[in-house]
């Protein structure tokens, strides 16, 4: 997800771009599956659905439909949720929970082998299904094997088990005991599906949890890859599960039922907000990664133009669909004008087409509702007093069915709130400021906090700044930044609890710490 570039040759700084992408066979034949829907993946089986509902999955940009799949009903999910139980205790078989931590390691190790083996299928998955340019898919699709050897080195580091015991009282000892939850659900949203995957499935196996994977139902095609190539590598039946369906559906059914013990939620805030009660009522521990509303402070002694055109591919970064998606910039105003002039040069520059095609820089948004949303935020922002410089609007790609969007930027003023929630699209408002401290108080004024940046030479002055930023990832020229041992997570409605993800604590997130207390035999 994470991308620096050189700031020193402004023309150079564009935005991530697609080359051509031709799908490979392999991947057609997955989705037609023999003229069948693709089933859930339940105890090593492909599964139905006893509700006898389908949905169909498309290609965003041409509306092409790839492949139909069933939705799994709250009978799946008690369903999966009894296998991997099985799977966690052994009932006959080895309990995964019981496994060696470098017999999980081979067997993580044995599915990045596959996905290396099968990388242009999950590229497929990415562009085809999930919209994407194919710069930022690659880059997405490397997550896989740095995510999975990052939590395979925390997994050797990091003791489960009995912790060393002490002395309670004369005839009392006591010794903490860290042992995984057992059923884990990972649900996922549709932006970044394999990073997010990956996420959530490696930290949670390694620990050993046995998992239910509840992918976006825009974009449930990597997720059924994964878990098939997990079944090739050697995952016992009923450690890896896969439920596709409607959140409303499958993923509900997921938080009411007692027997998960732990999700991890990564979407938008009501949904986790909504899910987090539920997950309340059952004693059900929760995790939640969502939105953001990202800001960007540019100070006087940043070249307007080269901090323009930084922004600019932050704003844009998967057609702004980024959780960290650069929204809200403030500028200083001696170099207001300039930076305006060359952000909007940027944004016009943008190569508006097919995200399978050679150059394309801005692509068809996720579905229609997305559309809607956006044209809706548009025209919000203008009704709260923010100036179009670049007023958005459908785009139109000759040949392509996709719903297509111009980008969106506005002039702003302090005091004025013209873009308080997540538009998830290319689209900023630039507000210029008087001091660096009037744009950290309006930056830090959002009820969101996922990720925020300063852009300056003077790189002091920036770290100073940046920790005064009540977001959870804080950066001096560069955004979007993720690297496997330091924390990603939201404060404010953007995230918690936890450490995030990506770091030790995620790891220590996916177990539980008991007390064990053994007193002499009385008497
Ligand atoms: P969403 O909240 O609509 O859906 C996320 C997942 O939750 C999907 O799998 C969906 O089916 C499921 N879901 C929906 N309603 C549910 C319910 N009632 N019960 C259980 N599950 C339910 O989000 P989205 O539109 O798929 O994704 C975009 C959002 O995700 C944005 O807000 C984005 O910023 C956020 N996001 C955050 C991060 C992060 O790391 N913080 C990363 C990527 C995306």
Redesign the pocket.
């Given at each position: 997800m994470a991308t620096a570039t050189s700031t020193s040759a402004p023309q150079k700084i564009r935005a991530l771009t697609a080359a051509a992408f031709r799908t490979p066979e392999k991947f057609t034949e997955f989705c037609r599956n023999g003229g069948q829907p693709l089933g859930g993946i339940i105890n090593g089986e492909r599964v139905p659905g006893s509700m006898n509902a389908t949905f169909q999955t498309i290609d965003p940009g041409s509306q092409e439909v790839l492949a139909t799949v069933c939705e799994m009903s709250e009978a799946e999910v008690a369903r999966a949720v009894e296998a991997a139980q099985h799977a966690f205790e052994g009932n006959g078989r080895t309990a995964w929970r019981s496994v060696d931590v470098e017999e999980r390691i081979e067997l993580v190790n044995r599915l990045v082998e596959l996905c290396d083996r099968d990388r242009d299928v999950l590229l497929a998955c990415e562009i085809r299904d999930g919209g994407k340019v194919s710069e930022l898919a690659q880059g997405d699709f490397s997550q896989i094997r740095e995510c999975a050897e990052y939590f395979s080195g925390v997994a050797r580091r990091i003791a489960m088990g009995e912790g060393p015991a002490m002395q309670v009282s004369d005839t009392v000892r006591g010794f903490s005991y860290r042992e995984p939850w057992g059923v884990v659900a990972g649900?996922?949203?549709?932006?970044?599906p394999i990073v997010?995957t990956s996420w959530f499935m490696f930290p949670a196996l390694l620990s050993g949890n046995t998992v239910l994977i509840?992918?976006?139902?825009?974009t449930p095609l990597s997720a059924l890859y994964i878990g098939k190539l997990a079944e090739e590598a050697g995952f016992p039946p009923g450690v890896v599960n896969v439920l596709p369906?409607?959140?409303?559906i499958?993923?509900?059914a997921?938080?009411e039922h007692p027997g998960v013990r732990f999700i991890s939620?990564?979407?938008?805030?009501?949904?986790?907000q909504?899910?987090l009660r539920?997950c309340d009522r059952h004693g059900t521990r929760m995790k939640r990664?969502?939105?953001?509303n990202g800001a960007a402070i540019v100070l006087a002694d940043a070249d307007p133009e080269v901090a323009a055109r930084m922004i600019g591919r932050y704003t844009n970064q998967h057609f702004g669909?980024?959780?960290?998606t650069i929204h809200r910039v403030f500028v200083d105003r001696k170099i207001a004008d300039d930076f305006i002039d060359a952000q909007c040069a940027f944004m016009k520059d943008l190569k508006i087409g097919y995200q399978a095609d050679e150059g394309t820089q801005l692509g068809a948004v996720i579905n229609p509702t997305q559309r809607r949303r956006i044209l809706q935020a548009q025209r919000e922002t203008v009704a709260r007093g923010g100036q179009a410089l670049l007023a958005g609007g459908d785009a139109v790609v000759p040949g392509k069915k996709g719903f297509y969007l111009k980008p969106a930027l506005y002039r702003t003023e302090p005091g004025l709130n013209v873009n308080p929630a997540?538009v998830?699209h290319t689209y900023a408002t630039i507000c210029p400021v008087s001091s660096a401290d009037e744009a950290l108080a309006l930056a830090n004024s959002s009820p969101y906090g996922?990720g925020a940046s300063v852009w300056t030479r003077d790189l002091e002055r920036g770290i100073a700044l940046a920790k005064r930023f009540r977001d959870g990832t804080c950066q001096v020229n560069c955004h979007n930044s993720i690297a496997y041992g330091l924390p990603?997570?939201?404060q404010g409605i953007?995230?918690g609890p936890g450490g995030g993800?990506n770091c030790e604590e995620t790891f220590l997130d996916y177990t539980q710490v008991k007390a064990v207390y053994v007193a002499d035999y009385p008497g």
């Open positions: 649900i996922i949203p549709w932006n970044y997010l509840k992918p976006a139902e825009d369906g409607r959140g409303e499958t993923g509900h997921i938080a939620f990564t979407g938008s805030p009501g949904v986790g909504a899910i539920t990664e969502m939105g953001g669909q980024t959780c960290c997540e998830f996922l990603y997570g939201g953007s995230g993800v």
